[in-house]
């Protein structure tokens, strides 16, 4: 099996390359971005929106999931290339496995498949692009492909979140692959730094990611705060409930941060919550969940309700929605949609961080297990109070979170202004 090493760095372009116009861009994403139904293809799908509105837009993406030949027809009707490489788990795993002992990050080794490279090849021979748009740190390995020849295109890395601090967290609690974490974390901070690769920019969805990775990762000078914003016609606002004292989990369940966070919820906040309110009730809603979260409807005033075709009817459901993830990087796209449809929300300290809302306004952060039930108590009680933070967080994204103004930064980043 052939493992990608990490090559010295990409020349600097010579000023005719930095001056030129941009029109023909590329968009690199591991995943297909449509459906608009988690976190990464939420933002994915809006980039190809807003972007084939300003350029000669092509997408070439990889898929482990079917892919539906109307997904791929609307995407064509704004891109006017796309191509999608099917992956398989095993096989990743194969290519992670050889990647992380021979030295090299496992994320991008994980998704670089031959053919999509050839096609993307013949793509820029034909007609060559401008500007490379690289979402997420799992693609470099093909924007390489173009940034490495002469007269490079623009390369902007959209790291969205600092994928190397999520890896060191997992490997701060013990588990038998901590080493493998750590070393994760270690290779794509190299990566995310910039030391193999040329950047124009890189982009991270809010103030405090790129906080943190001046902190963690150095101070590149083309970093730059690109947002998330929330479809505020879908994520309309919401009746109240009939029934006040049910709350809402929603995210995909076979992703640790987001398994483990609902997972600490019910053994240790579920408990102290039914002592004061004995039908209180928990939704927990998303994709994909593991054998642990199934076996989380065992437990007391918990529904796991799983893949579910449209969020809103349960969050239509619940007076509360809640985002207790422990490990939490970014901006919640969860926490922005519940806020939209003017539900009152309760976050770890985490989740909150990457969100413009003041605490006990906009919405309410807990820590402790004690805290989380106090808060979820008062909101279920009273709906007055519920009422206040729900209106007023609407308004809240409204005012801040449209996408059009979220991501308008990157088409100015893509074309060098």
């Known amino acids: 099996m052939t493992v990608a090493v990490e090559p010295p760095p990409t020349p600097a372009p010579t000023p005719a390359t930095a001056r030129r116009a941009v029109r023909k861009v590329l968009l690199l994403t591991h995943r297909l971005p449509y459906p608009p139904d988690r976190g990464d293809r939420i933002r994915s799908y809006n980039l190809v929106r807003l972007l084939s509105r300003h350029f000669d837009l092509a997408v070439a993406c990889t898929s482990d999931e079917p892919v539906w030949l109307q997904h791929h027809q609307l995407l064509r009707t704004m891109a006017k290339r796309v191509t999608i490489q099917p992956i398989s788990g095993l096989y990743c795993k194969a290519r992670s496995a050889a990647a992380i002992l021979t030295g090299g990050a ?3 080794a994980s998704f670089y498949r031959v053919g999509l490279a050839e096609a993307i090849q013949q793509w820029h021979e034909q007609d060559p692009f401008d500007a490379v748009l690289t979402f997420c740190t799992g ?94 016609d879908y994520f309309h606002p919401l009746p109240e409930p009939e029934t006040p004292n049910t709350i809402c989990f929603v995210g995909v369940l076979n992703y640790k941060p987001n398994a483990d966070g609902i997972a600490w919820f019910v053994k240790e906040v579920m408990p102290l919550l039914r002592h004061r309110l004995p039908d209180a009730q928990v939704l927990v809603v998303g994709r994909h969940p593991t054998p642990a979260v199934l076996e989380l409807g065992n437990e007391p005033g918990v529904e796991v309700v799983g893949s579910v075709p449209d969020v809103r009817l349960y969050i239509e459901r619940s007076s509360a929605v809640i985002a207790p993830l422990q490990i939490a990087r970014g901006v919640q796209n969860k926490v922005l949609e519940a806020m939209a449809c003017r539900r009152a929300v309760v976050c770890s300290p985490g989740a909150a961080q990457g969100i413009n809302a003041t605490d006990g306004e906009h919405l309410l952060v807990a820590d402790r297990p004690a805290q989380w039930a106090d808060h979820l108590h008062r909101l279920l009680t009273d709906a007055a109070l519920r009422k206040t933070i729900a209106d007023a967080a609407r308004t809240q994204v409204e005012r801040r979170y449209t996408w059009e103004d979220a991501l308008a930064p990157m088409v100015h980043l893509l074309k060098g202004e």
Do not use: C
């Open 106 to 108: 496992a994320t991008p």
């Open 139 to 232: 693609m470099i390995h093909y924007a390489r492909l173009l940034t490495r020849g002469p007269n490079p295109p623009r390369h902007v890395l959209d790291l969205v979140d600092v994928d190397s601090i999520k890896w060191r967290s997992y490997a701060q609690g013990w588990s038998p692959k901590s080493w493998v974490f750590a070393a994760e974390s270690r290779r794509l901070r190299r990566i995310e730094a910039g030391e193999f690769d040329r950047f124009d920019a890189v982009t991270v969805v809010s103030d405090a990611e790129a906080k943190a990775y001046r902190e963690h990762v150095g101070d590149h000078p083309g970093l730059a705060v690109v947002g998330n914003g929330v479809d505020l």
